[in-house]
DNA sequence: ATGATTTGTCTATTGATATAGACAACTATA
DNA sequence: TATAGTTGTCTATATCAATAGACAAATCAT
């Protein structure tokens, strides 16, 4: 936020101490304020923000718990590192090569796998007959050893059969999908919203209770647009943002 | 969410029954719980969630002051229609015309606006020099009479002088900029985030506390590449959804 | 060294959140 | 008209969230 007055709101669901510490994580985004520098004193930040000094230390420990502030007695609380991954999204949206320069080394871990009938919303995604058999594979996205995304992913059973050893193995979606003559693909359409971290997705993505993911719904086609896989995506409001690219 | 189990935090900063509103939403959204039909009793949903009925009834009692159901004593619980807007975006993102055939009324109104001095990130944005003027639009997107966007704006204050006066007329950014030569821009770029709403999008927004924003930082440039607007929207995650538009 | 500044810990109190149980009020249907 | 099923209201209790004040412990500058 750039200047924008914001205050804090009471009987709202959700505690003072969260709201702050999203107000942190806002003001470490935006720059207000600068990483591996100090934070205004608890004194001050409890008087900007119209709260009690302990309010503030229980959103300041939030937020040490989960490794973005680090308090050093006598001397004050300082900003980590923490520089949000730009995740861009596109027509040839790839998890790989779409983190690549801001990650070392980055693979997509397969948690799970199963077959079951499609539901309407599937069925129609991937163009096939509601109630055939579909793989869902629940996958986690890493980078340089931290989670970064956690998605749910459907293909048709028939077409794909044995998709989840290659996905095992290869730890690429585009790799997989190579094993079955699909050599390219594109995006078809993305759907965003936004939501609060389930029980799941906090423990997969390392979250603490409360967070934010930013949701997508997508749909890939092959290049004469077949429908052939549809995915749901999860990631950290809090480590991560998506990024639009405008051509391509 | 299809299928995929997922249960409630506690201890987390977020209430149960804020939790437990999120969920049901979520529900809706997913199709889980169909329009115009009745909820589940409260003892089930309470038993499904692990929590006591009161603490669904309290999250039932925020879906009803926001519109979402309806409770009948002795009936039961009802969804109402609440499909939500998709809001389209691309490089010819443009507030009115994404919302044809959704909606039949639309505009923007302003708020308010002032000048002030450009801090870096929009003197960056905007490529103008750090500390010169820019205008500041704060304004809201309508629909229906319904709030669905609050967004933030800054204009080059040297060459977009009386922009402000120029909103307030036409209710539209295409519009104001027709005034100053510009009759045709695409958007160079969107960064995606969200957090919770804070206190002034509660109230423009129309939303009640605890509720999720998306938030898009947006740059749009003439087509020849001069950047013109710098803006970030926040869009209430409950009611809108953002929809890529893949190619265009 | 001394004092100012800052984070850490403790006690106490208040209000919001969550659980528990009982029963009233209303609706639909057998 | 019973009866089962549902939402609405009430009381009571325990725990969490937030405020308040005081002081200890560590750091830094003078």
């Not at 779409?98 to 871990?109: C, F, V, Y």
């Not at 869902?136 to 293909?155: C, I, M, Q, Y």
């Amino acid at each position: 936020m750039i200047g924008i007055a914001s205050s804090i709101e009471r009987r709202s669901g959700v505690s003072l101490w969260r709201q702050i510490a999203d107000r942190i994580l806002q003001g470490i985004a935006s720059g207000d304020f600068a990483e591996n520098a100090a934070l205004p004193p608890e004194v001050v930040l409890a008087e900007r923000y119209g709260v009690n000094r302990h309010t503030v230390r229980s959103a300041i420990a939030a937020l040490v718990q989960e490794g973005v502030l680090r308090a050093e007695q006598g001397r004050g609380t300082f900003v980590l590192s923490r520089k949000r991954l730009s995740y861009p999204i596109g027509a040839r949206t790839r998890f790989s090569t779409g983190l690549q320069g801001q990650t070392t080394e980055r693979h997509i871990a397969l948690l799970s796998s199963s077959t079951e009938p499609a539901n309407r919303r599937i069925a129609e995604a991937l163009g096939i007959a509601r109630g055939a058999a579909v793989i869902r594979l629940e996958t986690r996205g890493e980078a340089d050893g931290h989670p970064v995304s956690r998605a749910t992913t459907w293909f048709d059973a028939k077409r794909f059969a044995g998709i989840e050893d290659a996905m095992a193995e290869t730890g690429s979606i585009t790799a997989s999908l190579k094993r079955f003559g699909i050599n390219d693909y594109l995006r078809h359409s993305t759907v965003l919203s936004a939501r609060h971290a389930d029980a799941d997705d906090l423990a997969a993505l390392d979250l603490q209770p409360g967070a934010i993911v930013l949701v997508t719904v997508a749909v890939n086609v092959t290049l004469d647009g077949q429908p052939i896989q549809f995915a749901e995506s999860r990631f950290p409001a809090e480590r991560v943002e998506l990024r639009l690219s405008a051509s391509d």
